[in-house]
């Protein structure tokens, strides 16, 4: 019987790497699929630069840079991720890069709804209410 799984090289890399995202090369025809795909590798190929710089103000700009992205695929872990970059009880960066990276592969683990890329539009709208005319607000929102 053959079964479907990631191949011989895919799991071998897997085995070496297990939080490595993969995906094969059928799949990567599905234009949404192969988005998320592509949003991941550049994450995290921007985080581990950031992890090998060894900077806290490397790391702040980095979440701070990702949050509305990290919002859409998981917004509790994207909370979670930024109290850890604020590192109150002051851990070591290594510690605290690792904790980061686990919560970072765990969000991308699913890719977001479309229900919270409204929630992350919206909240982003949200800085610029002020200055928004009531018809601009009205186009928006529904009182």
Not at 74 to 101: C, D, T
């Amino acid at each position: 019987m053959i079964e479907k799984g990631a191949g011989l090289f895919g799991k071998s890399i897997l085995d070496k790497y297990p939080n490595t995202v993969i995906e094969n090369e059928g799949v990567l025809t599905n234009f949404r699929i192969r988005e998320q795909w592509l949003t991941k590798q550049f994450v995290l190929r921007f985080y581990r630069a950031i992890k090998d710089s060894e900077s806290y103000k490397n790391l702040v700009n980095f979440h701070s840079i990702n949050k509305f992205l990290l919002m859409a695929y998981n917004q509790n872990l994207m909370r979670n991720m930024g109290r850890i970059v604020a590192n109150p009880l002051r851990h070591n960066f290594k510690s605290v890069v690792e904790e980061y990276e686990n919560l970072l592969l765990l969000s991308f683990r699913e890719p977001p709804h479309y229900t919270s890329h409204i929630n992350v539009l919206m909240h982003i709208l949200g800085y610029f209410k002020k200055k928004l005319s009531h018809k601009e607000k009205a186009f928006f929102w529904v009182n």
